[in-house]
């Protein structure tokens, strides 16, 4: 079945410190690749999305990714964060189908909180 | 240009009761999607429409739930009868067109509380 796996379910950070929040999926030749963040209360709002090309994706935030197709891996990274990042962040993955119906499945999510 | 526009925002019902969420797309968007998120859980897909079609409801509980999208006004998740376990947030995004190489848009949820 497809899909996708968050391990880290809560992550601690210092302040300015950098962080990795680790996505992977299971395996399918075509997917496009998602991460959503969301703050308290609030609905998903994108980060960054891979489709194609280069495999390393920026996004919003200071937030970027790298498509790893070989680990099925779409690991999140920012070099410093900000009391502001604290929230939860979920990666989504959607597998691309003929038959053009595609929805995203998403992994049960990362609470990044920062410690001042 | 307004977002996706969900209300109620929070909902509370009585177990037995009728739930009725309300979701308009962003402008000149026509397929939306139904997403819940159960607590300390990620989003389950439910159910995909198009303007007076369902396309993909394979996420959709097989009793009590239905969610429709008419050519007027916004679409609808209904829950009958509504039990403890359907509390949940949900959500709902919407798309300009078929296809993920666009990106989909999120409202800011409806929390619906079954007491």
């Known amino acids: 079945a497809q899909s996708v796996t968050q391990l880290d379910s809560q992550v601690p950070v210092f302040e300015e410190a950098p962080v990795e929040l680790r996505c992977n999926y299971s395996s399918s030749v075509s997917v496009y690749l998602f991460w959503y963040v969301q703050y308290p209360n609030q609905g998903l709002q994108l980060l960054l999305k891979y489709l194609s090309g280069s495999t390393l994706v920026k996004g919003i935030n200071g937030f970027e990714a790298e498509f790893n197709k070989s680990q099925t891996s779409f690991h999140l990274r920012k070099p410093s964060v900000h009391i502001s990042d604290t929230a939860e962040y979920f990666c989504?993955?959607?597998?691309?189908?003929?038959?053009?119906?595609?929805?995203?499945?998403f992994g049960t999510g990362t609470r990044l909180t920062i410690i001042p | 240009n307004a977002g996706v526009m969900q209300n109620p925002r929070h909902l509370v019902r009585r177990r037995g009761q009728e739930a009725r969420l309300r979701c308009s797309p962003m402008?000149?968007?026509?397929?939306v999607y139904w997403y819940r998120q159960l607590p300390e859980e990620g989003l389950k897909f439910m159910v995909y429409l198009q303007k007076e079609n369902i396309i993909d409801e394979s996420g959709m509980p097989k009793e009590r739930f239905s969610a429709e999208f008419p050519k007027e006004g916004p679409s609808i998740l209904r829950i009958q009868q509504v039990v403890r376990g359907d509390s949940a947030a949900y959500f709902c995004?919407?798309?300009?067109?078929?296809?993920?190489?666009?990106?989909?848009?999120f409202g800011e949820g409806s929390w619906l509380t079954v007491v």
């Open positions: 995004a919407s798309s300009p067109r078929q296809g993920y190489g666009n990106t989909i848009y």
């Open positions: 402008k000149g968007h026509s397929h």
């Open positions: 989504a993955v959607v597998y691309v189908s003929n038959f053009g119906n595609e929805k995203l499945t």
